[in-house]
Nanobody, 115 residues
Framework: QVQLVESGGGLVQPGGSLRLSCTASGSRFSILTMGWYRQAPGKQRELVADITRGLSTNYADSVKGRFTLSRDNAKNTVYLQMNSLKPEDTAVYFC?????????WGQGTQVTVSS
């Protein structure tokens, strides 16, 4: 059974930084893509960033230049370094891993940017 465990969320002031981590366990198949989505209050879930096995990255326009995605294939872990955080970044952040057979989601971690 595949499980994704997220960590690193919390409360920060505008301009601050956080690093989110997500580790997957139990997968028998190669993880093709790792990424993060977020859902703000009253909004739809949206892609923040994802990264392929070949380390090709894709970022939402709203976070490009501020967030950096990386992965450690040996550890089945994806990281999201978030700098220069803004109040509009406040959301529940969800880790997502995709294989050839399925897509897996974490339970979500709250990120709140407020003074």
């Amino acid at each position: 059974q595949v499980q994704l465990v997220e960590s690193g969320g919390g409360l920060v002031q505008p301009g601050g930084s956080l690093r989110l981590s997500c580790t997957a366990s139990g997968s028998r198949f190669s993880i093709l893509t790792m990424g993060w989505y977020r859902q703000a209050p009253g909004k739809q879930r949206e892609l923040v960033a994802d990264i392929t096995r070949g380390l090709s990255t894709n970022y939402a326009d709203s976070v490009k230049g501020r967030f950096t995605l990386s992965r450690d294939n040996a550890k089945n872990t994806v990281y999201l370094q978030m700098n220069s955080l803004k109040p509009e970044d406040t959301a529940v952040y969800f880790c997502n891993f995709r294989t050839s057979f399925a897509s897996y989601w974490g339970q979500g971690t709250q990120v709140t940017v407020s003074s």
